[in-house]
């Protein structure tokens, strides 16, 4: 299955970065990410890319999708999943691309059945970002900035 929904996935990431590049949202995150990330990477890294996936698939796609889908159509329970999804990031650019996150991540769960699927893409969606946050970057594409 990671195998399968891999191209999705990076469809997904490349379409979410090039909007994060050109859409500019407040955030109410970043500096605190930056901080945390110069005080101890590490920590993190483990928090972001290990344990926020595993905490949040649990919630999100193991146990909101799971009973919204007894209850309601596939789309309706993806899409009201992934609305909570969002809205618990805070964060103005965290809720909206969260969002979207949470669509791509319904889907797979909803077609894989396979929890650790969805699993697999959030952390390496994190993984991702946390390079980009490293390396002080937001997007790929600013990586060609300069």
Known sequence: DFVKFAPLFFVFFIVMDVWTFYI?????????????????PILFFVSIVI????????????VILSYLIKHRSAWKSILFSALLFGLIHISPDQVFFAFFAGVFLGYVYIKSQNILVPIFFHALNNALNFVYMHYGYSTFLDFFKN
Request: charged share 25%; aromatic share 14%; glycine share 4%.
């Open 51 to 62: 344990f926020a996936p595993i905490l949040e698939e649990l919630i999100f796609r193991g």
């Open 24 to 40: 500019k949202l407040p955030s109410f995150s970043d500096s605190i990410f930056k901080d945390q990330i110069n005080q101890n």
